[in-house]
Nanobody, 127 residues
């Protein structure tokens, strides 16, 4: 099992950037593919970005396409989500997710693919 803790959320203004962090513990972080999702009140959870266990593969074709970058540092058991040009529509709770991956390059883009979730970090973007 892996425990995930997100941080970096907060209140920002439209046009600002924000970087979210997710730290894993309890298992071999480098064996896990990682993903970021978000959920706004009254809406379904949306895929934001994903990265393979090695960092070689990424998928950024999600709800924030063109405005996000995902990276990871396996030495620090950390995955980062850089978000730029934020708008009020980006207001949501952002979740980090993990799953054991059989290959070093596989990425996963649906919530059901993931086994472990963090508690989420709130991002609020004011206009």
């Amino acid at each position: 099992q892996v425990a995930l803790v997100e941080s970096g959320g907060g209140l920002v203004q439209a046009g600002d950037s924000l970087r979210l962090s997710c730290v894993g513990s309890g298992s071999t972080f480098s064996s896990h593919a990682m993903g970021w999702f978000r959920q706004a009140p009254g809406k379904e959870r949306q895929f934001v970005a994903a990265i393979s266990r090695s960092g070689i593969g990424t998928n950024l074709i999600g709800s924030m396409e063109g405005r996000v970058t995902i990276s990871r540092d396996n030495a620090k058991d950390t995955v980062l989500l850089q978000m730029d040009s934020l708008t009020p529509e980006d207001t949501a709770v952002y979740y980090c997710a993990a799953r054991v991956s059989p290959t070093h390059h596989s990425v996963y883009i649906t919530a059901n693919d993931y086994d472990y979730w963090g508690q989420g970090t709130q991002v609020t973007v004011s206009s």
